[in-house]
């Protein structure tokens, strides 16, 4: 991978790719998972609150000896299913399938056909059609590597019988590691049966090693997230431009337009329309809202029939209620924006309740932060509040009040009346402007 992360820590839709494998083998409901760690701690302080066991294996010595070290931290009995940290998309009902096998006594294994099988263990079979065993691409014959039906490394056995498979591993092979896969042939000598599962597609069974292998993962999977929107009725103007990294719960007619980024988990109500280059994190959006191109939206509630953007920034915090309109290069932060009301320009408004019918003018903000401490902001219902106001929180602009364009409010604004600074504006006759050179 050529960095200083393990490469289970690379990201895969946002995530780890380990935690990709976890959640599937949370989902099949264990008794235990265990974590086979190799030197440092990077896996544990990201993993170390996770419902999870740990092994170490220092040095590694292979994938057979990285199981070893994971069957003394587990229960002796039952079925133990291998999986691998950097190969996320094995589907839950596949390894069900795998597991079912193993209950059944076999040895198990996921397989899948490839076009290209470089790099992988072949699956070598007896005329009868039987796995004989699985040859690793470094020690396979020309014959052999011609074989496209290929190991994934995912199996399941009964956890004895891998015990005693594992006591007698070599490392008589090309790497000088206990090779994992050489309990097949060990298998195969105790007459226990071998049974293949095939992968339902190749994105199954794909591993990462290089930041190559992580991209055309990440595209692989992104276009699965757009084939699942479309079938569900969604509107992507192109299914090879959108990146899901978490969960998208979409209503009727929703358009969306390319470029867009959903992070965490995104709900979109009917007939909402994002415009392209959007980002979305942990957002709600209700029905018929659209949000303008390259407006960031993150950690909020977005009300009914609003309209955001373009070039928006709603940050954490923010609630917006219906109608609501938030224009170009406007910030919001912290805050409640009441129906109707409208902030459409080159605004901050941070730490702020806001109440309905409110209109704030361009260049206006809330000077929230006097260096160490943060302070609120009230402007209560149908309050106009003109352009480049300086609103010094804490203070309360009143019910119905009007604001003068250029105004500094660093106390309460009364209800219903127009508060400005005394200013006066003088005309110099005599003025030059000043000349270059």
């Not at 941070?350 to 903000?365: E, K, L, M, S, W």
């Amino acid at each position: 991978m050529h960095s200083a992360l393990p490469k289970v820590l690379h990201l895969l839709a946002g995530k780890p790719l380990l935690a990709h494998v976890l959640a599937t083998a949370q989902s099949l409901k264990p008794r235990a998972v265990c974590i086979v760690e190799g030197s440092g701690d990077a896996l544990r302080a990201r993993f170390g609150d996770a419902d999870v066991v740990w092994a170490r294996q220092d040095p590694p010595r292979g994938t057979g000896d990285a199981l070893r070290c994971a069957l003394a931290a587990l229960p002796g009995d039952g079925v133990t299913l291998v999986l691998f940290g950097a190969d996320p998309l094995a589907r839950a009902a596949t390894l069900h399938e795998v597991i079912a096998h193993a209950q059944g006594g076999s040895l198990s294994l996921l397989t899948v056909d490839l076009d290209d099988p470089e790099g992988y263990g072949r699956v070598v079979r007896l005329a009868d059609g039987r796995v004989a065993a699985i040859v690793e691409h470094v020690d396979a014959t020309p014959e052999q590597r011609t074989i496209r039906e290929v190991n994934t490394g995912v199996m399941a056995a009964p956890t004895a019988a891998f015990a005693r498979w594992l006591a007698a591993l070599d490392v008589r092979n090309a790497s000088g590691e206990f090779y994992l896969t050489d309990v097949i042939a060990l298998a195969v000598r105790d007459g226990v049966n071998v049974a293949t599962t095939s992968a339902a597609s190749v994105t199954e069974a794909l591993g990462v090693n290089s930041q190559r292998d992580l991209a055309e993962l990440e595209r692989r999977y992104q276009r699965a997230q757009a084939e699942a929107l479309l079938d569900a009725g969604v509107a992507l103007a192109d299914p090879a431009r959108i990146d899901v990294r978490g969960t998208l719960a979409c209503g009727r007619d929703v358009t969306i337009d390319v470029g867009c980024i959903f992070e965490g988990h995104v709900t979109l109500g009917d007939n909402v329309a994002v415009g392209a280059h959007c980002v979305l994190r942990n957002v709600s959006v209700a029905t018929g809202t659209v949000i303008a191109p390259f407006s960031h939206v993150e950690e909020a509630q977005i009300g009914a029939q609003c309209r955001i953007g373009p070039y928006a920034r709603i940050r954490p915090s923010a609630v917006l209620a219906d109608e609501v309109h938030i224009g170009n290069f406007v910030e919001i932060k912290a805050s409640t924006i009441g129906e109707r009301s409208k902030v459409n320009h080159l605004t901050y408004v941070g730490d702020a309740t806001v109440g309905r019918d409110v209109n704030i003018g361009a260049g206006t903000i809330t000077c929230n932060y006097d260096g160490a401490r943060k302070h609120r902001t009230v402007i209560e219902d149908d309050v106009h509040i003109g352009s480049s106001t300086l609103l010094v929180a804490p203070v309360t602009v009143g019910r119905g009040a009007t604001i003068g364009a250029g105004t500094t409010v660093w106390k309460d604004a009364p209800p219903d009346a127009l508060t400005v600074n005394a200013k006066t504006q003088v005309a110099r006759s005599d003025w030059k402007r000043p000349k270059k050179g």
